[in-house]
């Protein structure tokens, strides 16, 4: 059983910075696509950044050049570190894997493994 605990999330100001984290049971960030999506408030929930098992990593372009996807195998933690931040950033975050083999994706639905989610708040 995959097991996703997230942490990190909080309030802040806008412009400032956070890292989220994502423990996840053992093996699992280095055999699986692993990604963090976000839910707005009101919206459905869409995916930010992946990271194959390789170390390929993808972003949305909403995201691209303040979001930085990363893992750590050896720690079984997935990170993401979170820039410039801005109020439409405002979302519960959510660290997700997807079953061994699986090309990463955007599909929600695709994802059979999700945390719990850590809320980031962001204040102008």
């Known amino acids: 059983q995959v097991r996703l605990v997230e942490s990190g999330g909080g309030s802040v100001q806008a412009g400032g910075s956070l890292r989220l984290s994502c423990a996840a049971s053992?093996?699992?960030?280095?055999?699986?696509?692993m990604a963090w999506f976000r839910q707005l408030p009101g919206k459905e929930r869409e995916g930010v950044a992946t990271?194959?098992?390789?170390?390929?990593?993808n972003y949305v372009d909403s995201v691209k050049g303040r979001f930085t996807i990363s893992k750590d195998n050896a720690q079984d933690t997935l990170y993401l570190q979170i820039n410039s931040l801005k109020p439409e950033d405002t979302a519960m975050y959510y660290c997700?894997?997807?079953?061994?083999?699986?090309?990463?994706?955007?599909?929600?639905?695709?994802?059979?493994?999700w945390g719990q989610g850590t809320q980031v708040s962001v204040s102008s």
């Open positions: 990271i194959d098992p390789d170390g390929t990593t």
């Open positions: 053992k093996y699992t960030v280095s055999s699986r696509c």
């Open positions: 997700a894997a997807g079953p061994r083999g699986m090309s990463c994706t955007w599909s929600r639905s695709s994802f059979n493994h």
